[in-house]
């Protein structure tokens, strides 16, 4: 189908909500006959992933389940995780590329982008070259200046008061 203009839209900031805004997109698309990649890095199956899986519109990949930063011996493991994210971040394009998605969602690609895993210039490349008519969400911490540029839509979630760490994250609630 491709969408006539396909833009770039970013969920971004410090606040909760910026994973599931873009879940709330792709049920949307989903439901008015779009075809939907949804790309989660950092996270195994989510709550929402689970529930897009069960989507028939909607494809669902984990490229990247952990972030190093949650593994022991972190800093070892940096420059090892960052060759894997790079042959991952390949394939993610391969299957946009071929599998022609009306949207597409790169959740936690900001994060990538921050802590280095991805080069900047890798994902607007891709912005830039992505297929035609084909919509792209990118979510998570730290929007650099060149992507905003980018973007046409900016929506930044504000965190104004959380309950964690007295509250851990909730099955169902938060994951």
């Known amino acids: 189908m491709g969408l006539k203009p396909a833009l770039v839209q970013v969920y971004?900031?410090?606040g909760k909500g910026k994973?599931?805004?873009a879940c709330g997109l792709a049920l949307r698309a989903a439901a008015h006959g779009l075809k939907v990649g949804f790309f989660q890095f950092f996270k195994p199956a989510?709550?929402?992933s689970l529930l897009l899986k069960s989507v028939n519109n909607i494809r669902v990949y984990h490229p990247v389940t952990r972030h190093p930063a949650f593994q022991h011996n972190a800093r070892r493991w940096k420059e090892q995780f960052q060759r894997n994210f790079l042959r991952q971040w390949k394939k993610v394009k391969r299957i946009i590329n071929t599998e022609r998605f009306d949207l597409v969602v790169l959740d936690e690609i900001l994060i990538a982008v921050r802590?280095?895993?991805l080069p900047e210039e890798q994902l607007l490349e891709f912005l830039e070259t992505r297929p035609a008519g084909c919509e792209v969400v990118l979510t998570g911490r730290k929007l650099s200046r060149?992507?905003?540029?980018r973007a046409?839509?900016?929506t930044e979630m504000k965190a104004?008061?959380?309950p964690f760490p007295a509250v851990k994250a909730?099955?169902?609630?938060?994951f």
């Open 170 to 174: 909730r099955r169902g609630i938060e």
């Open 46 to 48: 989510t709550g929402e």
């Open 19 to 21: 994973s599931t805004a």
């Open 160 to 162: 104004k008061k959380h």
């Open 115 to 117: 802590d280095g895993f």
């Open 12 to 14: 971004t900031g410090d």
């Open 146 to 149: 060149s992507l905003a540029t």
């Open 152 to 154: 046409a839509l900016i």
